[in-house]
C-alpha cells in the first residue's frame, strides 16, 4: 500500500495512482444511474410480485399473532415466557383441559371417575385419536407423559401430582391414578400436557437439559396445530394438524411474528401485518382504540400488584419494621391506600382495584369481597385507628412505634417486572405520609427483588403474583411451609396456623361447590390478616383486527383471553373475517407504485446538477 | 522495524483479549441477583430442581473454580448452555450474527460513504451553503436519540403510511428462507435510522480534517504550483485528511458484531444487539459472556488492523 501522506508538497507515487477526474466523474455518473435503474427495477420488481401472488383460493390462510414474548426455545420442556406457553397450548392437549371458566372439561379423556375413597381416579380416552405423525394415542402416552416429567423434575407440571402417585393404563383407552390421599387428582385439572410416548421416550435415559435441546421439526402432537417453522428471534409458524380430534381449524396456518416493543406491534396492527396483537400495556389503550377497524379485548386480570409485609423469620439480614407486625398498623395502611387513585393514575382504563389474592380471571374461585367486609379507603379512619392503637404522632408528624420508640419508617422496593411499580410506590408513599408513616421507595430489578425475597431485607415491597385456573398453589403461597428453605415463595414469612388450617381444608374437598366456599374462606381470612394487599388487577389488553379475523373465543368465557392462554378454542374457532373492509394505502403493506418513478427522476436530477457544477473543475485538470 | 512495531501491536492486542477473557466472567458476577432463582420463581422449581440446575451450570462451586472451567470451556470453544433458553449458547449467537453484520455492517457503510464525501465537501468549501446544510443536519442527527428517530420513522412509514413493515427480519410465510425483496423492505427503516444515526460523527471528524490540511503549507505550494483546485483536493489533502476518519471507520467495523441494541429493539430486528439486551433482562450469563466476548473481541482486533494499517499509511507513526 503507498503512504497517502505527503508533507512536502511535491507530487507522490499516489498521485501519479489516481486516474483523471473526468473519467471519474463520468464513472461516478454511470454509478448512480445504475443505483436509479436498480431502484426502479426493485420497486418494479416488488410491485410485479405482489400482484403475481397466488390467486386468494389457493393461498394457504394465515392467522399472524403479534407478540413481545419470544420463544427461546420451541421444545415443551423448556417452556417459560407468554409465547412459549402459547405455542405450547396451541399444539398439545391435556387430559382433562380447561374449560370456559378454568375448571376441568373434557380434552383428550372424556371424563375421571373417582373411587369411593377418592385414592383412585379412572379416566377414558376418546376413540380414534391420533398424533400428528398418524400414530394412534393410547393410555400409555398419558402415563408415559406423568411419569416423565415427574422422574425428569420438569415441576411446573410436575406440581400438579400429589406425592406418592402412581399411574397405570389396564388398557390403550384407560389410565388410573392412584394416590397415597385422597385427592381431587386429575379434576384439577392436572396442568400437564400429553405427549407421545413413542418420540419422547428415548430419552428416557437424557439429563432435562439434553431433553430441552431436543428439536422437532414438524412437532409431533395431538392440538390443532403443530410447529412446523422457527425462526429464532423472529416468527414461528404452526401449522394445521391433519389428524386433530376436534373442529377442524378454518386457518391453515397460525404464525407468532415477535415485536421487541409494543409501540411497534400497534403500528404492525394498523398497517394490516398482523391480524391479532397478544399483550398491551394500559398506556397504548387510546391509541389502539384509535385505529379503524380494531377491537380491543380488556382481560381479566391473571395477575395483581401486591403490596407485601414483611414478617421476618428468612434469616440473619431480616430485620423489618417490627410495628408491621401489628394487625392494626397493615389494616390502617390498607385504609390509607387508594386503590381507585392508583388504577386512575398509574393503570388509567386497564385495571380494576384489588381486594383478594385469587386473581379474578379464575371465575370460579374468586372471591368479590362482601361489601359489608369490604376495607374501605379511609384516612381519617386509619389515622384514628393508629391514634387508639397508641402510635402517636411525633413533633415531625411521624408516628412513633411505643414499643421500640423508633418512627415508623418503611423502606420499599418496587420491581422493575411490573409495569408501573415504581409510579404506584410513589403513591403509596404520599397516601402513607397522610397517616403519618413515612416511606423510601427504591425501584430495583426483579433479580434483586428474588434477592430480597430470600434474604428479608425489606420492610415491605411492591410485586406481583400470578397463579393458575386452580387456587391451590396461590393459596399455598401464604402457609407457613411456603417460607421454609431456600428458593422458599413466601413474601413475609407469615405464618398463621389458622390459615394453615384453611388451606388444608380446601386441598382436601372433593365437591366443587363445597370446595368453592372453601376457597372463598381462605381468601377472606387473608384479606381480614393482611399479609399482603393486592392493590390493583391490571388488564391484559388484547387488539384484533375486525376486518381480518372473526369468530375469537375468550377462555374464560367473555373475560379472558382470545388468544392461546389456556385453551385453543379460539384459534379452532377464527376464521377469516366474511366481509374485509376495502384496503386503502396504509393497509396495502407496500411501497405505492408512483413512489419508484420519482426516486428515479430525483437520483437522475442529483446526478445531472452535480456533472454541471463538476464541469469547471474538469476543464481546469485538462488544461494541466 | 515495521515488524517490530506489528509484534508490539499484536502483544498489547493478545494482553487486551485475555484481559476482557477475565473481565468478562466477574463483570456479570457483579450484577445483584440470582438467574437461577428467578427462573425458580416463574417456573416453579422445586428446591430439589433448583438445586440440580444451580449444579448443573456450576453456580455452586467457589468463583475461583468457576473461573477456571470458564476459561477452559471458552478457549475450547465451548460458550455454554443458555441458562434461559436451555440451547447452546453458540447456536443461539450463529443464528443472530448475520441479521446483525447486515444491518450494522450496511448502515456503517451507507454512513461512512456519504458521510465522509459530504465531509470533504463541507470542509473543503467551508462556509458555504453546502457546509453550513451538512453540519447542522450532522449535529443535529449526532445528538437525536436513535430510539426515538427510528420510532418517528417507524410511526409515519410503516404505521401511517405502511410502506414498510414494522419489524422483524421477515415475513414468514412458511416457505423456507426470505426472499432478497423481503428482507430489503424489513431492512430499509432501520437501515435508514442506523445510518442517519451515524453520519454525523464521519461528516464532523472528515470535515474538522478537511479544515485542518487545507492550511497546511503543502497545499499552499500546491496552489503556487497552479494546480486546480480539484486536483489539490484530491490529491492532496483528502489523503491526509483522511486518515482519523480511516481510523473511525475501521473502528465501527469493529463494533459491528457488538450489535445495535437500541435500533434492533425498535425494530424487532433479530440481531446480537436485542439478544444482549434480552440476555442483561434475564441475567443469562453464558449469553452475556459469549456475546460480550465476541463483541470485545472484534473491536480488539478491529483496533489492530486500525494500528497496523496506520503504520502502513502514515510512516510517522513507526517512528514513535
Known sequence: ?624 | MRLRYIARKCGWALLTLLFVLSANFFLFRIMPGDPIGLLARSTRLSPEALAQQIHLYGLDQPLPAQYLTYLKQTLSGNLGVSIISGTEVAETLASRMWPTVLLVGLGTLIAAVVGVVAGIKGGWTRGSGFDRGSLYSSLLLYATPEGWLGMLLLIVFAGTLGWFPAGGYASNSGAGAASFGDVARHLFLPVLTLSLGYVGSFVIVMRSSMIDVKEEQYITTARAKGLSDGTIRSQHAVPNAFLPSFTLIVLSVGFILGGAIVVETVFSWPGLGLLTYQAIQDQDYPVLQAVFLISSGAVVVANLIADIAYGYLDPRVEEV
Open chain 1, 1 to 624: 500500500m503507498v503512504s497517502l501522506v505527503k508533507g512536502d508538497g511535491m507530487s507522490s507515487q499516489f498521485a501519479r495512482s489516481f486516474v483523471s477526474r473526468k473519467p471519474v466523474r463520468m464513472m461516478s455518473a454511470a454509478i448512480a444511474l445504475t443505483m436509479a435503474a436498480s431502484v426502479g427495477a426493485f420497486g418494479m420488481v416488488s410491485a410485479t410480485a405482489d400482484s403475481a401472488s397466488p390467486s386468494p383460493a389457493a393461498a394457504p390462510k394465515v392467522l399472524r399473532i403479534g407478540t413481545t414474548t419470544s420463544i427461546d426455545n420451541p421444545t415443551i420442556w423448556a417452556v417459560n415466557s407468554a409465547s412459549e406457553w402459547g405455542s405450547i397450548v396451541i399444539q398439545y392437549d391435556m387430559a382433562l383441559k380447561f374449560g370456559p371458566d378454568l375448571t376441568a372439561s373434557p380434552g383428550l379423556a372424556t371424563s375421571c371417575d373417582p373411587s369411593e375413597d377418592n385414592r383412585t381416579w379412572t379416566c377414558h380416552l376418546r376413540d380414534g385419536l391420533k398424533w400428528s405423525d398418524g400414530q394412534p394415542i393410547t393410555s400409555k402416552d398419558v402415563v408415559f407423559s406423568y411419569n416423565f416429567v415427574r422422574d425428569k423434575q420438569f415441576d411446573y407440571f410436575n406440581s400438579y401430582f400429589p406425592e406418592g402417585t402412581t399411574f397405570t393404563a389396564p388398557d390403550d383407552k384407560t389410565f388410573v391414578w392412584h394416590l397415597t390421599k385422597p385427592s381431587i387428582g386429575p379434576m384439577r385439572p392436572a396442568w400437564c400436557y400429553i405427549v407421545p410416548e413413542h418420540i419422547w421416550g428415548k430419552y428416557s435415559n437424557s439429563t432435562q437439559n439434553q431433553i430441552k435441546a431436543v428439536k422437532l421439526f414438524p412437532n409431533v402432537a395431538s392440538g390443532p396445530f403443530v410447529m412446523t417453522q422457527a425462526n429464532a428471534g423472529q416468527n414461528w409458524t404452526f401449522s394445521r394438524n391433519p389428524n386433530f380430534w376436534g373442529t377442524k381449524p378454518t386457518y391453515d396456518q397460525v404464525v407468532f411474528q415477535l415485536y421487541t416493543n409494543q409501540e411497534a406491534m400497534v403500528q404492525a396492527l394498523k398497517n394490516g401485518e398482523i391480524d391479532i396483537a397478544d399483550g398491551f400495556d394500559g398506556p397504548l389503550l387510546p391509541a389502539l382504540t384509535a385505529i379503524p377497524n380494531v377491537a380491543v379485548q380488556k382481560v381479566e386480570s391473571d395477575f395483581w400488584v401486591s403490596l407485601a409485609f414483611n414478617f421476618g423469620g428468612q434469616g440473619p439480614n431480616a430485620h423489618p419494621l417490627p410495628a408491621l407486625k401489628d394487625l392494626n398498623v397493615r389494616k390502617a395502611i390498607q385504609m390509607a391506600i387508594d386503590k381507585q387513585g392508583i388504577v386512575d393514575k398509574v393503570y388509567p382504563g386497564a385495571a380494576t382495584p384489588g381486594d383478594t389474592i385469587v386473581r379474578p380471571l379464575s371465575t370460579f374461585w374468586h372471591l368479590n369481597v362482601p361489601a359489608e367486609k369490604v376495607i374501605e379507603y379511609d384516612p381519617a379512619a386509619a389515622n384514628a385507628l393508629l391514634d387508639q392503637s397508641g402510635y402517636a404522632k411525633g413533633a415531625d408528624g411521624i408516628r412513633i412505634d411505643p414499643k421500640t420508640n423508633e418512627p415508623l419508617h418503611i423502606t420499599l422496593p418496587t420491581s422493575d417486572d411490573v409495569n408501573g411499580s415504581s409510579d404506584v410506590g410513589q403513591l403509596v408513599r404520599g397516601y402513607l405520609k397522610q397517616i403519618g408513616i413515612t416511606v423510601d421507595v427504591k425501584p430495583t430489578t426483579a433479580a434483586k427483588m428474588y434477592d430480597l425475597q430470600q434474604s428479608g431485607e425489606f420492610d415491605a415491597y411492591i410485586w406481583y403474583w400470578s397463579g393458575d385456573p386452580d387456587p391451590n398453589y396461590v393459596l399455598s403461597v401464604f402457609t407457613s411451609s411456603a417460607c421454609d428453605g431456600d428458593g422458599h415463595l413466601s413474601d413475609g414469612c407469615w405464618k398463621d396456623p389458622a390459615y394453615d388450617a384453611l388451606f388444608e381444608k380446601q386441598q382436601a374437598e372433593f365437591d366443587q361447590a363445597k370446595r368453592q366456599q372453601d376457597v372463598y374462606e381462605a381468601q377472606q381470612y387473608i384479606y381480614d390478616q393482611i399479609p399482603d394487599v393486592a392493590l390493583v388487577y391490571p388488564n391484559y389488553i388484547e387488539a384484533y383486527r375486525t376486518d381480518k379475523v372473526a369468530g375469537l373465543v375468550a377462555t374464560p368465557a367473555k373475560v379472558g383471553y382470545l388468544t392461546t392462554s389456556y385453551d385453543y378454542a379460539s384459534m379452532v374457532a377464527a376464521h377469516p373475517a366474511e366481509q374485509p373492509v376495502t384496503t386503502d394505502s396504509s393497509s396495502s403493506g407496500g411501497i405505492p407504485v408512483w413512489v419508484w418513478p420519482l426516486a428515479v427522476a430525483a437520483i437522475g436530477v442529483g446526478v445531472f446538477l452535480s456533472m454541471r457544477r463538476s464541469g469547471k473543475g474538469s476543464e481546469e485538470f485538462e488544461r494541466d
